[in-house]
């Protein structure tokens, strides 16, 4: 049993909703003198431990960051190396993730994944529809600006084609085209390898979320660091522009 774990029971208040920026997987390589892909393999581990610390401390949705717009444009051999990790982890997890009744989604631009990636991921969604114990949002070729501009197109025709008035156009319209269209908005983001920096991850999503970034490399994130965070968050003091209680 975990210290921090009891701690955040106590404080009560656990984080509905936990996005994460997996970051740090090449420095934590090259530290050891290894390949960059070697790292992304070892955060495959990093991966598990949280999901299943997310599970115990009793958070409802966790959002990994995996792989940007913008990561497509690393070396051809990084990305194939990556989609075959993403297969890979598909394939290896799914049993296990259903037996801990965690339901996964894939969220983000598929249509540029490859087919071997593609029928992976869409088998562990299938595999573990259903799951009420966590979500697990996995965000794969996802940018939050690409998001925005996929959102702007939808409305745009849908105006055109005189369904929907601009005057009409609110918040909920807006969030209603997002990939997060049936999630409430991340409370706490947690950015690996202490970069201070979004890297286009859910833009519209993260406007009142809390931000805890660690200096750990990704391949070395555990479930004490989630917990940790979960720590951290309990006490922030969130006002949404409103002035504070105290
Ligand atoms: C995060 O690790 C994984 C992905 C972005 C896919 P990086 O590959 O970005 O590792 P660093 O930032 O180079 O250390
Ligand atoms: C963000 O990390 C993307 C993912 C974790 C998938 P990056 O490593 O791509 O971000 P930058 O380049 O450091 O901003
Ligand atoms: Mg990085």
Avoid at 95 to 105: A, F, I, P, T
Avoid at 124 to 142: E, K, P, Q
Wanted: charged share 30%.
């Amino acid at each position: 049993m975990s210290d921090l774990l009891d701690r955040i029971g106590l404080n009560g208040d656990v984080p509905a909703h936990v996005a994460i920026i997996m970051d740090g997987n090449g420095r934590w390589a090259a530290e050891r003198g290894l390949p960059r892909h070697l790292g992304h393999r070892e955060g495959m581990k990093s991966v598990r431990e949280t999901i299943s610390g997310a599970v115990e401390a009793g958070v409802e949705i966790l959002t990994m960051f995996a792989f940007s717009t913008e990561n497509w444009n690393r070396p051809a051999q990084e990305v194939s190396a990556l989609m075959r990790l993403l297969q890979h982890y598909a394939r290896r997890e799914s049993d296990e993730l259903r037996k801990q009744g965690v339901e996964v989604h894939v969220l983000g631009e598929l249509g540029r994944v490859d087919d071997a990636t593609r029928a992976a991921v869409d088998a562990i969604v299938a595999d573990t529809r259903g799951g009420s114990a966590l979500r697990l949002n996995l965000m794969i070729s996802y940018g939050g600006r690409e998001e925005l501009v996929r959102s702007a197109r939808v409305l745009a025709e849908r105006v055109r084609r005189g369904e929907l008035a601009p005057e009409d156009i609110d918040e909920a319209v807006v969030e209603d085209t997002l990939f997060t269209r049936d999630v409430a908005a991340p409370d706490l983001l947690i950015r690996t390898s202490g970069e201070y920096r979004i890297s286009n991850f859910m833009l519209w999503q993260l406007a009142y979320t809390e931000l805890h970034i660690t200096p750990v490399y990704w391949p070395e994130f555990g479930r004490e660091h989630l917990f940790e965070a979960i720590v951290d968050y309990q006490s922030r003091e969130r006002r949404f522009g409103r002035v504070g209680s105290s």
